[in-house]
Nanobody, 117 residues
Framework: QVQLVESGGGLVQPGGSLRLSCAVSGIIFRDHNMAWYRQAPGNQRELVALISRGHFTKYADSVKGRFTISRDDARDTVFLQMNNLKPEDTAVYYC???????????WGQGTQVTVSS
């Protein structure tokens, strides 16, 4: 059974930072690409950042220079460091595991990030 469990969301003021974690079990973590998506109310789910099994990274233009995705293959965990948060970053953030072909394997349950003063 594949499980992705996110943590680290919360309420933060504009300009603040949060670090999201996603602990993965049930798959060979190092063989999968990992990504963070987000979905704000009324919006479609969008890709925030991706890290391949070879540690290649890709970011949405809206978060470049502020967010950093990383992975620890020894701990089967992927992280999203979010700095200089803005109100428009408010959303539910989801962790995703995908095969190298791009096909999705599983999603986490989501963690709420709210940026507000």
């Amino acid at each position: 059974q594949v499980q992705l469990v996110e943590s680290g969301g919360g309420l933060v003021q504009p300009g603040g930072s949060l670090r999201l974690s996603c602990a993965v079990s049930g798959i060979i973590f190092r063989d999968h690409n990992m990504a963070w998506y987000r979905q704000a109310p009324g919006n479609q789910r969008e890709l925030v950042a991706l890290i391949s099994r070879g540690h290649f990274t890709k970011y949405a233009d809206s978060v470049k220079g502020r967010f950093t995705i990383s992975r620890d293959d020894a701990r089967d965990t992927v992280f999203l460091q979010m700095n200089n948060l803005k109100p428009e970053d408010t959303a539910v953030y989801y962790c995703n595991a995908a095969r190298p072909s791009g096909s999705s394997v599983a999603w986490g349950q989501g963690t709420q990030v709210t940026v507000s003063s």
